[in-house]
């Protein structure tokens, strides 16, 4: 069984606040898939992939995707294509606001909106290793 990750540790790792975690979570765009809050006093618990998609759509917000677009995203590619974890299982970048995926052609980008533009960045394999190599020194994850 995976080892879960308490909020404390997976707003470390992505590097988010924990308003946003308790946002994210409370408003359904990336709910801990470990174990979920049941009221008072109980702790959410998170998956490395948990992590790759907080990581996923902090980067999207850095880029100036509003939460609505990203979720779009999210819904859109729910819809069309087999994946129940698109934040996951795709290789998603933002510009100026616009959400774009790679295609099967590793050198073809569409844009979820169908609006053309540039690109800055991706999650690639090498985020999802830093994410790993992250959750491997949590044994000296510093005290917060």
Do not use: C
Not at 21 to 38: C, F, H, M, N, Q
Request: hydrophobic share 35%; net charge positive.
């Amino acid at each position: 069984m995976e080892k879960g990750f308490i909020p404390k540790e997976t707003k470390w790792v992505a590097g988010i606040s924990q308003h946003k975690l308790d946002y994210w979570a409370r408003t359904g765009l990336v709910v801990p898939s470990i174990k979920k809050a049941e009221g008072k006093r109980t702790r959410r618990s998170y998956s490395t992939g948990d992590l790759v998609r907080l990581i996923t759509v902090k980067k999207l917000r850095d880029e100036g995707v509003s939460l609505q677009k990203v979720r779009k995203a999210v819904d859109y590619l729910k819809a069309t294509s087999r994946s129940k974890k698109p934040l996951e299982d795709f290789e998603l970048r933002g510009k100026k606001g616009n959400v774009f995926i790679l295609t099967q052609d590793a050198n073809v980008w569409l844009d979820v909106f169908r609006t053309p533009g540039q690109l800055e960045w991706s999650l690639t394999k090498d985020d999802v290793r830093e994410v790993e190599a992250k959750v491997k020194s949590l044994k000296k994850f510093p005290s917060i």
